[in-house]
């Protein structure tokens, strides 16, 4: 193994919706990686607003745009060793591509540590990709890689509509679009031409189901799948714009494997060291896929899978870069299983986008394949149901769970439902609450079964609790301890065990049975915790015992979260 002694890491560049943020736990990660090597580290990164970029981190920070002529002649004054270009998403991605077809990598004798710059290529230009692989028979969309107006109609017309419309070289699907006709094609056509000289004209898979590998390779061509996820939402909708789910729900173990397997065979094939994302399309009727594409490279799906499991993937993939084989690396998490264990979830993991649409006017709020959230939250349930609900909380609207939120206001549900927006997931919630069926609301939507059947088992709960407002008025005049009693009856103490078990916080509690009409919102929640601690629905103390033992620096926040 060549001793590496300095690295020049391109950072992920200026903020923008898609890129930077997203990439600094990947960029940081790596840095720190290098840095327990004692291999000195170069960083070009102009967004001071990240961690990488912080005092200590890196041993040098450029703050200069990650493009060629400014990172060509931070190449000739600090004559780094090597080169990562995958912790710094698309942006970093096109300037190592740029920088090696102006032949400064080679002028300068830099090394591009981890993937080759040609597999980089071949997953970058649509044409290589689609050839490399179909040399060991994997499908891929039905495109073809255009670079006028005119081969873009003619692509259209050899295809059929349907179609959809993709930049090359872009991020968080920049200037793409679905298109139904010749006008809606040239509009969106113009538009990915002004990000990239070649667009991708693809057959539409709209309905099909959105599923993504994260798999990592060493340089013995050892491999490990550490995370599958599944978009709630089936393709249509960007993966940055979609809820994700991990590990899927609604694979059979058949699909699941075959993806599996077809993940490793092409990260094989085209010979990535690292990390990479794989995403497919299933057809929801049978296990026909395609393959959308593989990013050679950490991605935003990178950084979910990594806190989601706790492999450290980012970290992972910089010491592989260096040369080290997966059998050689500890997992840096747990510090007991190797670098080659897979991960194994026993938890569903929610990731639930972010959106201001609010702050502009005139903003279409329609969501589709390029990207307009500015953010994530990421939650973990024992349960699909507790974790959607922990996500919802969280996303900063105002809201409370799935259900028991202030009404929201929707002209025609329908068309809401077969239109997405930013409030999909709350129309979908105020449908089942009008009476839709799950059929309905899959019909219009093609949001699987299993997802809409969960979300009704949400709704039908907080009915039931609904069906118990009498508890307000019972407390106001049972003596406390009697009425503790009547909570521990067969009808009261298993509904409010299900409600908490599938995520109702105690509020959403409070308000379902009307203790909003007797106190305030704060009040309300208290005097739910309050009856909830008495009648002992709490996790056992054994179990809050063993996590702060196990996690000394999280005992206050384990036992005021728990309890």
Not at 253 to 270: G, P, Q, T, V
Not at 500 to 521: C, H, P, T, W
Not at 537 to 547: F, V
Request: charged residues 25%; contains cysteine; aromatic residues 8%.
């Amino acid at each position: 193994m060549k001793k590496i002694k300095k690295v020049l890491l391109l950072g992920s560049g200026a903020l923008k919706i898609g890129q930077a943020g997203e990439f600094d736990y990947s960029g940081a990660q790596a840095l720190k990686a290098l840095k327990e090597e004692g291999v000195e580290t170069v960083l070009i990164n102009p967004n001071i607003a990240t961690v990488q970029t912080s005092e200590g981190v890196a041993d040098t920070v450029y703050f200069q745009p990650v493009q060629a002529d400014f990172v060509e002649r931070i190449i000739e004054k600090e004559r780094p060793d090597g080169i990562l270009l995958s912790f710094g998403g698309q942006t970093a991605l096109n300037c190592g591509v740029e920088l090696h077809r102006r032949g400064v990598l080679e002028k300068h004798g830099v090394e591009v540590l981890g993937t080759p710059i040609q597999a980089i290529i071949d997953t970058e230009d649509r044409d290589l990709f689609v050839r490399r692989l179909d040399e060991i028979g994997v499908k891929t969309i039905k495109s073809e890689a255009c670079s006028s107006l005119d081969e873009v109609k003619n692509a259209a017309d050899q295809l059929g509509y349907p179609l959809i419309i993709r930049a090359a070289y872009a991020l968080g699907g920049l200037g793409s679009g679905f298109c139904d006709n010749e006008e809606e094609l040239l509009v969106r056509a113009e538009e990915a031409f002004s990000f990239s000289p070649q667009v991708l004209v693809e057959k539409s898979l709209r309905g099909w189901k959105e599923i993504e590998y994260e798999v990592v390779r060493d340089r013995h061509d050892n491999c490990i799948t550490v995370c599958n996820m599944e978009n709630l939402d089936p393709l249509g909708i960007h993966t940055g714009e979609s809820i994700v789910v991990a590990p899927s729900q609604t694979l059979t173990n058949s699909e699941y494997h075959k993806l599996r397997a077809l993940a490793i065979k092409i990260i094989r094939h085209i010979g990535i060291v690292g990390e990479c994302n794989v995403q497919y399309a299933l057809d929801p009727q049978s296990e026909d896929y395609r393959v959308i594409e593989v990013n050679a490279r950490l991605s935003r799906s990178s950084a979910l899978a990594s806190k989601a499991t706790g492999y450290p993937l980012a970290f992972v993939a910089a010491k592989l870069a260096l040369g080290y084989g997966l059998f050689e690396l500890k997992n840096s998490v747990t510090r007991t299983t190797s670098a080659f264990f897979e991960p194994a979830l026993d938890y569903v993991v929610v990731k639930i986008p972010r959106w201001d649409l609010t702050k502009f006017r005139g903003v279409s709020r329609e969501l589709g394949s390029s990207m307009k959230s500015v953010g994530e939250v990421m939650a973990i349930g024992r349960t699909f149901e507790e974790a959607i609900q922990k996500g919802l909380r969280m996303i900063g609207q105002g809201m409370h769970g799935f259900v028991e939120n202030h009404e929201i206001k929707i002209k025609d549900v329908s068309k809401s439902l077969h239109e997405p927006t930013d409030m999909r997931i709350f129309v979908v919630s105020k449908a089942l609450k009008m009476g839709y069926s799950v059929e309905q609301i899959h019909d219009l939507t093609m949001i699987d079964r299993w997802f809409l059947q969960k979300l009704k088992h949400i709704v039908d709960i907080d009915q039931q609790l609904k069906e118990c407002a009498h508890l307000s008025e019972v407390s106001e005049f049972m003596e406390p301890s009697e009425f503790i009693e009547y909570l521990k009856s067969p009808e009261i103490f298993p509904l409010l065990q299900a409600a908490k078990v599938y995520g109702f916080s105690d509020f959403q509690i409070a308000r379902a049975i009307g203790l909003e009409s007797y106190m305030n919102m704060e009040q309300a929640g208290l005097t739910v915790r309050k009856w909830r601690k008495e009648l002992g629905l709490t996790p056992t103390i054994n179990q809050i015992d063993t996590l702060a033992a196990e996690y000394p620096a999280a005992t206050n926040y384990l036992y005021l979260s728990y309890l």
